[in-house]
């Protein structure tokens, strides 16, 4: 046997140069063929653009560009030739996209791999049966009535025993510069995590270092999408082959992520999981599998924590920018619950018609995820006439939809909540219009827990609190990632509100 084995190690050395021959012949092969299909040379004034960063001189984002391309082409649809990218802005090719051609338009293979090391077969990564079991299940959880309450309950936890007292304690602190959106990133994985695997991290208690599962994660989404953004998925493939550069932090990052999903799934198991309410133990009474459990984990914290932690600092970032909003914020809350009274339940919390109409307001102008894409199965015509051949990718993007005069009407630069009202009542747009939170069969499952969220801290620190911007710049400038982060944080100083009885 020993014999065998060594025979065959020492053939293989014989054919070792043969090998790395035919290997780099079949590599050149598919790098041509790639080059072929991929238009890399493409030199349209978009492409050119793109390739040559020249955008970079007039915009500081690229959804900042993306958006004024959008609302300067007739059909609100674009090309982005070097990248097989058809970008759409037009609400009528949202809906056939999302809905009418849903099955045409999975999140496909590219994406998949693009995500596959960090979102594994997770909801958010794939299609077909995996995604029907997964979103059956979360939505038989997410839908209860129940469930609403449960959040309300760990959202103003958290509020008043960890984020009131630290905001409390820098308050008027001379270098009581604080970075909020920090923060943010921090209330919002300890919410998520109490609420889909009932475990609490506390990572607000900002004594303590962020956790090492939230660096990680944070390292992870960033690499995964500088990976999508690359002309060539060949470059990191290779380097990830090679465990180079970026591709090496990925695995680092990945090790770190994998050891500690384990470990709340270990503790889920030890606390049991057969009367608990939080998601992580519904999906544990149907699935054993270790590392489905792991990928369902990872896409759920993607799901709640950074989606929950951006929204939050656009708000205070325009909030911030816009004391009038505030004040009638104030104003409405004390008509509704009482000058020094706070919601008790989830349901007065739905009669800020004002507040909610400000929340909706900032996503519209700052979505959380300023983009999605889908990749074409069969050749299609969007209903705004564009051809789209099979294997495109095709991306709709709220962020350009947001700054739409055709979709807004003129004052659509504008932060203006008053926009929701109709005789003072909330009153949505068409989820086409505003896909922030997707919309069709896909729409995201988190909706009614993000709002409370968000409402819950607005409403809980703008009565508190006032929030003053010490950032260098006056535009928000985000940095490339799966969700929308500011550049640089959003550093604000923060002066508690004086007043003769505390708010509750
Ligand atoms: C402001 C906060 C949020 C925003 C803007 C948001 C937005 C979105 C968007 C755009 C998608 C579609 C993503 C894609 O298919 O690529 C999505 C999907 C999803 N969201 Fe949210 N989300 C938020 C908060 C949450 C929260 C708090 C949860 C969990 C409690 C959640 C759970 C999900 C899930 C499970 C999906 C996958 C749905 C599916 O593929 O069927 N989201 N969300």
Same mark, same amino acid.
């Given at each position: 046997?020993?014999?065998?084995?060594?025979?065959?190690?020492?053939?293989?050395?014989?054919?070792?140069?043969?090998?790395?021959?035919?290997?780099?012949?079949?590599?050149?092969?598919?790098?041509?063929?790639?080059?072929?299909?991929?238009?890399?040379?493409?030199? @349209?004034?978009? @492409?050119?653009?793109?390739?040559?960063?020249?955008?970079?001189?007039?915009?500081?984002?690229?959804?900042?560009?993306?958006?004024?391309?959008?609302?300067?082409?007739?059909?609100?649809?674009?090309?982005?030739?070097?990248?097989?990218?058809?970008?759409?802005?037009?609400?009528?090719?949202?809906?056939?996209?999302?809905?009418?051609?849903?099955?045409?338009?999975?999140?496909?293979?590219?994406?998949?791999?693009?995500?596959?090391?960090?979102?594994?077969?997770?909801?958010?990564?794939?299609?077909?049966?995996?995604?029907?079991?997964?979103?059956?299940?979360? $939505?038989?959880?997410?839908?209860?009535?129940?469930?609403?309450?449960?959040?309300?309950?760990?959202?103003?936890?958290?509020?008043?025993?960890?984020?009131?007292?630290?905001?409390?304690?820098?308050?008027?602190?001379?270098?009581?510069?604080?970075?909020?959106?920090?923060?943010?990133?921090?209330?919002?994985?300890?919410?998520?995590?109490?609420?889909?695997?009932?475990?609490?991290?506390? @990572?607000?208690?900002?004594?303590?270092?962020? $956790?090492?599962?939230?660096?990680?994660?944070?390292?992870?989404?960033?690499?995964?999408?500088?990976? &999508? =953004?690359?002309?060539?998925?060949?470059?990191?493939?290779?380097?990830?082959?090679?465990?180079?550069?970026?591709?090496?932090?990925?695995?680092?990052?990945?090790?770190?992520?994998?050891?500690? &999903?384990?470990?709340?799934?270990?503790?889920?198991?030890?606390?049991?999981?057969?009367?608990?309410?939080?998601?992580?133990?519904?999906?544990?009474?149907?699935?054993?599998?270790?590392?489905?459990?792991?990928?369902?984990?990872?896409?759920?914290?993607?799901?709640?924590?950074?989606?929950?932690?951006?929204?939050?600092?656009?708000?205070?970032?325009?909030?911030?920018?816009?004391?009038?909003?505030?004040?009638?914020?104030?104003?409405?809350?004390?008509?509704?619950?009482?000058?020094?009274?706070?919601?008790?339940?989830?349901?007065?919390?739905?009669?800020?018609?004002?507040?909610?109409?400000?929340?909706?307001?900032? =996503?519209?102008?700052?979505?959380?995820?300023? #983009?999605?894409?889908?990749?074409?199965?069969?050749?299609?015509?969007?209903?705004?006439?564009?051809?789209?051949?099979?294997?495109?990718?095709?991306?709709?993007?709220?962020?350009?939809?947001?700054?739409?005069?055709?979709?807004?009407?003129?004052?659509?630069?504008?932060?203006?909540?008053?926009?929701?009202?109709?005789?003072?009542? #909330?009153?949505?747009?068409?989820?086409?219009?505003?896909?922030?939170?997707?919309?069709?069969?896909?729409?995201?499952?988190?909706?009614?827990?993000?709002?409370?969220?968000?409402?819950?801290?607005?409403?809980?620190?703008?009565?508190?609190?006032?929030?003053?911007?010490?950032?260098?710049?006056?535009?928000?400038?985000?940095?490339?990632?799966?969700?929308?982060?500011?550049?640089?944080?959003?550093?604000?100083?923060?002066?508690?509100?004086?007043?003769?009885?505390?708010?509750?």
């Amino acid at each position: 046997m020993e014999l065998g084995v060594s025979c065959f190690f020492h053939s293989l050395h014989d054919l070792t140069p043969f090998l790395l021959f035919a290997a780099i012949i079949l590599s050149l092969t598919w790098v041509f063929l790639y080059l072929l299909r991929a238009n890399l040379w493409c030199n @349209c004034e978009t @492409c050119e653009a793109y390739l040559t960063l020249s955008w970079t001189k007039q915009f500081h984002n690229l959804s900042d560009w993306y958006a004024h391309l959008l609302k300067n082409s007739p059909t609100k649809t674009i090309h982005l030739h070097v990248l097989g990218n058809t970008i759409t802005g037009n609400p009528d090719n949202v809906e056939y996209m999302l809905t009418t051609r849903f099955n045409n338009y999975p999140k496909g293979k590219p994406f998949s791999t693009i995500l596959g090391d960090f979102l594994g077969l997770g909801i958010f990564n794939v299609d077909g049966d995996l995604w029907r079991f997964q979103r059956k299940m979360a $939505s038989l959880e997410l839908d209860r009535f129940s469930i609403r309450s449960y959040a309300f309950e760990i959202v103003h936890f958290e509020i008043e025993q960890r984020l009131i007292p630290l905001l409390s304690s820098v308050s008027g602190s001379n270098h009581g510069v604080l970075d909020l959106q920090d923060v943010f990133r921090r209330f919002s994985f300890d919410t998520i995590c109490r609420f889909s695997f009932g475990l609490d991290p506390r @990572c607000l208690e900002m004594s303590l270092p962020m $956790s090492d599962f939230a660096v990680a994660f944070d390292l992870a989404s960033k690499l995964s999408a500088e990976r &999508a =953004m690359s002309v060539s998925p060949l470059v990191w493939k290779i380097k990830r082959m090679m465990n180079l550069g970026n591709e090496k932090k990925m695995k680092e990052a990945l090790k770190m992520i994998n050891i500690l &999903a384990q470990e709340v799934i270990r503790q889920r198991r030890k606390m049991g999981f057969l009367n608990h309410k939080d998601l992580l133990s519904r999906f544990m009474r149907t699935v054993s599998d270790e590392k489905f459990l792991r990928d369902i984990v990872i896409s759920f914290l993607l799901a709640g924590r950074d989606t929950v932690a951006s929204a939050l600092s656009s708000l205070f970032w325009l909030l911030a920018k816009h004391p009038e909003v505030g004040s009638s914020i104030r104003l409405e809350a004390d008509k509704v619950l009482g000058p020094n009274q706070g919601p008790t339940c989830y349901k007065q919390l739905r009669e800020l018609h004002y507040l909610q109409a400000a929340v909706y307001e900032s =996503m519209r102008l700052y979505p959380p995820i300023q #983009f999605d894409s889908k990749f074409c199965q069969e050749d299609d015509v969007l209903p705004d006439g564009t051809f789209v051949k099979r294997g495109t990718r095709v991306t709709y993007h709220p962020y350009a939809m947001g700054r739409m005069e055709a979709i807004w009407g003129p004052d659509c630069l504008e932060f203006k909540p008053e926009r929701w009202l109709r005789d003072g009542v #909330f009153f949505p747009e068409s989820p086409f219009k505003y896909p922030v939170f997707q919309a069709g069969y896909r729409v995201c499952l988190g909706k009614e827990m993000a709002i409370l969220e968000l409402k819950s801290v607005a409403l809980s620190l703008f009565r508190r609190f006032q929030f003053q911007l010490a950032t260098t710049y006056d535009t928000p400038r985000f940095s490339p990632g799966l969700t929308a982060t500011l550049s640089g944080g959003l550093p604000v100083l923060v002066r508690e509100i004086v007043t003769t009885t505390n708010h509750p």
